[in-house]
């Protein structure tokens, strides 16, 4: 199983970017997608999960709101929708996928190769 993630780029303030996580690969059985950011200094953390069957969603509290997390299963493609950006947003943004789900970084077997989101005030 391979995550390429793509949609990253430079945005002002307050703009909007969508970030795109396509799975390939044989025996894709994850149940949950998810989307982490780790900005220079700071530790990988959670953004938002999302739950294939029941389509249930997560989110940490600093992205409630302005983030959404989809996916088209059939496509296997999930996408991280994120809207009023902040300066405090910007990170290198990555995907992954388990089999449960978790806040912590540590139970995602799977990883993309990561994608940069820059937010200029």
């Known amino acids: 199983v391979q995550l390429q993630a793509s949609g990253g780029g430079l945005v002002r303030a307050g703009g909007s970017l969508r970030l795109s996580c396509t799975i390939s690969?044989?025996?894709?059985?994850?149940?949950?997608m998810t989307w982490f950011r780790q900005a220079p200094g700071k530790e990988r953390e959670f953004v938002a999960a999302?739950?294939?069957?029941?389509?249930?969603?997560y989110y940490a509290d600093s992205v409630k709101g302005r983030f959404t997390i989809s996916g088209d299963k059939a496509r296997k493609t999930f996408y991280l929708e994120m809207n009023g950006l902040k300066p405090e947003d910007a990170a290198i943004y990555y995907c992954?996928?388990?089999?449960?789900?978790?806040?912590?970084?540590?139970?995602?077997?799977?990883w993309g190769q990561g994608t940069l989101v820059t937010v200029s005030s």
């Open positions: 690969g044989s025996a894709f059985s994850s149940h949950v």
């Open positions: 992954a996928v388990g089999n449960s789900y978790s806040t912590s970084p540590s139970p995602y077997a799977r």
């Open positions: 999302l739950r294939w069957g029941g389509a249930r969603t």
